[in-house]
Nanobody
Framework: QVQLVESGGGLVQPGGSLTLSCVAS????????TSWYRQLPGRQRQLVAG???????MYADSVKGRLNISRDNAKNTLYLQMNSLKPEDTAVYYC?????????WGQGTQVTVNS
């Protein structure tokens, strides 16, 4: 069973930056579409950013220009560079990898933006 493990969350002041990482236990990212989602308590998970197996990326309107998704297939690692963070970015962030017939989630990492 492939596992995804996120890291890099924490407490940051408004305007600050964080980089989240998601490491897969096997080399899957070259054949899976990968994404970052976030979730507030009692709310549904929302897609934040995604990158296809071919390398095409997309972003939610609320994060365009502030967040950057990237992937290093050789290191089995997905990244989310987060800049100009706002209090409304506070959430648990989840890594997702999917392809036809398979979907994987990480355990989540908490990001708190607060002065």
């Amino acid at each position: 069973q492939v596992q995804l493990v996120e890291s890099g969350g924490g407490l940051v002041q408004p305007g600050g930056s964080l980089t989240l990482s998601c490491v897969a236990s096997k080399n899957i990212f070259s054949t899976y579409a990968t994404s970052w989602y976030r979730q507030l308590p009692g709310r549904q998970r929302q897609l934040v950013a995604g990158i296809s197996s071919g390398g095409n990326s997309m972003y939610a309107d609320s994060v365009k220009g502030r967040l950057n998704i990237s992937r290093d297939n050789a290191k089995n690692t997905l990244y989310l560079q987060m800049n100009s963070l706002k209090p409304e970015d506070t959430a648990v962030y989840y890594c997702n990898a999917r392809r036809t017939g398979a979907e994987l989630w990480g355990q989540g990492t908490q990001v708190t933006v607060n002065s």
